[in-house]
């Protein structure tokens, strides 16, 4: 059965700062106006956020990724949440393709917040009435919403994207324990082989990988990392240094949040053997700031699936991140 299109006059569509490009291409394809968003600053530097069509009785959808700057973007989202709730909304729906607090979910030093579960609660308070993310860094953050969420999956992003690609002699390898379960999901669907990396992690930047878990690398001529985030890219180079030990002569980087930051990219795209790097775009790159080592995906097609099923009480299961 064919899902039904979504009425333009049922919701109103809006971006925030972070990703309009994204949202702009989610719009489209769910047949909907992109509404403008007016955000601007007051002269002692608090934020000023207006909302450029009515949103009374409709159901709401803001696209919004908690990239760089993070907590200005965070802030706008719960001004952009608070005014749908306090203008007569039917429904408010946080599209946040990149929840960068996914990394802050548990209290492993003292004196510390759990920022995720913060954040979760704080998008409730502003009235977000669902959720809706792909690849939390760490899967209980799903737990902390205290509202529907959707935690999407990528994996078919780049399966599709690899659909044609000759995959023999091609090893998948996570690099820690904590991707490891994903990894797997991953590998089983293309048939290939998972390993993982026995990381320890030093500083926020600095790691040290012991050892690889899993099926033997050595002989295999290609590998595939497979991570859900990679920002000054410490883990995948100390990774692929195990990996061009062990043999490995071509490495395909893969991960769905390329946040990129302190020169990860650059890094990265400088080791000889690391012959493509694979994003999303959940993390808005500029033209002009990406390598030609660099391939960008759109998750576009996922999150507009996913909004139309739900928009017509259809499930969504397929589509999460457990799902396949």
Do not use: W
């Not at 090893?171 to 390993?195: T, W």
């Amino acid at each position: 059965m064919k899902t039904p299109s979504i009425d333009p006059s049922e919701v109103r569509f809006f971006s925030g700062s972070s990703n309009p490009q994204l949202a702009g291409d989610i719009a489209t394809r769910l047949g909907v106006p992109l509404e403008e968003t007016h955000v601007s600053r007051f002269s002692n530097d608090n934020l000023y956020v207006q909302l450029g069509a009515s949103v009374r009785y409709r159901k709401v959808f803001i696209v919004q990724s908690l990239s760089q700057p993070v907590n200005d973007h965070l802030v706008e989202l719960l001004m952009m949440l608070d005014i749908a709730r306090s203008a007569s909304a039917a429904e408010a729906h946080a599209i946040i393709p990149y929840f960068s607090f996914a990394r802050s979910d548990k209290k492993d030093a003292p004196r510390i917040s759990i920022t995720a579960r913060l954040v979760a609660e704080l998008l409730k308070t502003a009235g977000a009435t669902h959720v809706m993310t792909i690849m939390l860094h760490s899967p209980q953050v799903h737990g902390f919403f205290d509202m529907p969420t959707d935690h999407l999956s990528s994996r078919r992003v780049f399966r599709d994207y690899l659909a044609d690609r000759d995959l023999s002699d091609t090893i998948v390898v996570s690099p820690d324990m904590g991707m490891a379960k994903s990894a797997a999901r991953f590998a089983r669907s293309l048939g290939l082989p998972v390993a993982a990396g026995n990381k320890e992690r030093v500083s926020d930047s600095e790691v040290r990988i012991g050892g690889l878990v899993g099926s033997t690398v050595h002989g295999h001529k290609r590998a595939l990392v497979y991570d859900d985030e990679i920002a000054t890219g410490g883990s995948i180079l100390e990774l692929s240094r195990l990996l061009v030990d062990e043999g490995v002569e071509d490495i395909l980087v893969i991960c769905t949040h390329g946040v990129f930051t302190r020169g990860g990219l650059d890094r990265l795209a400088a080791v000889p053997q690391i012959s493509e790097i694979v994003t999303t775009d959940t993390v808005h790159t500029p033209p002009e700031q990406r390598h030609p080592k660099l391939k960008v995906l759109s998750v576009a097609p996922a999150f507009a699936d996913a909004i139309r099923h739900n928009f017509s009480r259809e499930s969504i299961g397929d589509l999460f991140v457990y799902g396949e």
